[in-house]
């Protein structure tokens, strides 16, 4: 069978497999300072972004990412009021910050402000908080500003990040972690996206003994699904600067004041079970 031109492919290097989402049509294309932007009406996924080739976001599935990234570190923190994300352009890890009541500032620093220019175009959704009153939105290195930042200054840092080449291989490292755990202040958590558990589990390995030479004292990997990226698996993996991430607040997660479309406390617990060989990778 082949594949014609109507449909979108995202083909997944060494990996022999791919995604492939049938298009209706294409509705921007540019190429910003930093990379190449384009968007997609899809048939059955919605509007569909992506960057340089690689899918980031879609109308259909990005509720699962954007929630997974937010609410397990929001509600393992015992209260969280300041909110660092790094990259983030979509605003769809924003929008899901902001549904916390006790979040007083939700600070984004993306790279390229052309994403966030785009999502608002084609994304309104996903950027219907970007005028909330807490909400700072920052268009500089992420890496630089975690750097700069004053020790102990936010409680909870995000890493919406794209996959872990070019100027995001930085935002991977135990140098960039280190920065984090100092801008965190006691009982801080770090979340960053942390690629598939099937395809990637060296990296996530590579990622635990990041935040550990950080001085992280607790990390987890939370898995949930996500069919539009490489292998329909995904994760997030949490690290806490002093504690334990033991202190998830289920009764404040059963009892939150928004909706959500797959966060709620049986999800958070049952996202920490590692697979048998995602347990033997991380030792
Ligand atoms: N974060 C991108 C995850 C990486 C996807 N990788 C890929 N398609 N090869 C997405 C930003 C969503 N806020």
């Keep these: 069978m082949s594949l014609d031109h109507s449909w979108y492919t995202e ?31 899809t048939e059955t996924f919605g509007t569909l972004m992506t960057l340089d080739g690689l899918v980031m976001v879609t109308d259909r599935d990005n509720f699962i990412y ?9 509600f393992t923190h015992a209260a969280p009021r300041r909110v660092l994300i790094v990259g983030g352009g979509d605003c769809g890890t924003l929008r899901e910050v902001l549904k916390h009541p006790g979040v007083e500032l939700a600070e ?25 009153p807490r909400a700072r939105l920052r268009f500089t290195d992420g890496i630089k500003w975690v750097a ?52 990637h589990a060296p990296l996530i390995r590579s990622m635990h003994t990041a935040l550990r030479t950080a001085g992280f004292t607790d990390a987890a990997t939370f ?36 909706a959500t479309r797959y966060y709620n406390p049986a999800i958070h617990a049952a996202a920490t079970a590692a697979p048998e060989f995602l347990r033997q990778t991380l030792g």
């Design 11 to 41: 083909e997944w290097a060494g990996q022999g497999s791919a995604i492939s989402l049938k298009t209706v049509k294409k509705l921007h294309d540019e190429q910003s300072a930093y990379q190449r932007i384009e968007i997609y009406q």
């Design 66 to 74: 954007h929630e997974m990234m937010s609410h397990p570190a929001l």
């Design 108 to 132: 984004q620093v993306e790279l390229d402000e052309r994403v966030t220019r785009v999502a608002e175009m084609f994304f309104p959704a996903l950027c219907e908080s970007n005028n909330d």
């Design 148 to 199: 700069d930042a004053a020790p102990a200054s936010y409680d909870v840092i995000i890493v919406d990040s794209t996959d872990p080449v070019g100027p995001a291989a930085g935002l991977f490292s135990a140098e960039f972690y280190a920065n984090c755990r100092r801008a965190l202040a006691p009982g801080g958590i770090v979340a960053g996206q942390s690629e598939s558990p099937l395809f």
């Design 223 to 258: 898995n949930f699904p996500q069919c539009t990226y490489p292998s329909g698996w995904w994760s997030a993996t949490l690290a806490s600067k002093d504690g334990s991430l033991a202190t998830f607040r289920r009764e404040a997660a059963a009892a939150r004041p928004f």
